[in-house]
């Protein structure tokens, strides 16, 4: 009774179109990219799970391809943004000026809390996907639209505390970001469980762009 009183109330609160708790025991995530994202930059950055600084471990227990104390994802990619779940936009911030940019001024890092222009995604397990350092002016949603997986959300940019044109994605354990999430599972990583619809779509650890059924 208390489950499916649950599920009513997130239904509610989330849209009737979108995946329920109670249809779903968790809610996993395509990659927010086009479908040939791993030849035009693959994934340039990823999370790092070891706190102690100057040393790196992604998801896999490897140290390659990281930046210390990183906390997302990072996909060095030109191109469009796609919500990688069914959700409601919660936030928006599309005013952060890119670098360069055409009057000569420097980047405004502390812009959007360091992630520039960026969409938050609020889904039904109340988890927050976030899309950081967006292309300023082009977010293509507002605040609580509903939208579902693989909707456009806007183009790859570099604004924010940013050194180049890429993606920063993240999940956030709630919509006050109190814990970050890394979508990858591994053994280093959310004890083994993977956020993603396919972790192994591309080869190890490259996520793909299936929806969740």
Known sequence: MKMKKLSVLLSAFVGASLVSVEASAWIL???PLASDYVSRGGIGSWFDHNPTTGVFLRYDNTTLGGRDKHSGVDFPVLGGIWASANGKVVYTKNDCRDYPNPEGLPPDRACGGR????VRILHANWMVSVYGHMKKGSVAVSDQLQVLCGRLLGNTG???ESDGIHLHFV?????NGTQLIDPFGGPASNQGFSHWVNQNA??????GT???A
């Open 210 to 212: 299936t929806c969740q």
């Open 115 to 118: 992630l520039g222009n960026h």
């Open 29 to 31: 995530h395509r990659v």
């Open 202 to 207: 591309f080869g190890v650890g490259k996520p």
């Open 158 to 160: 570099n604004s924010g």
């Open 171 to 175: 999940l956030w354990s709630d919509q």
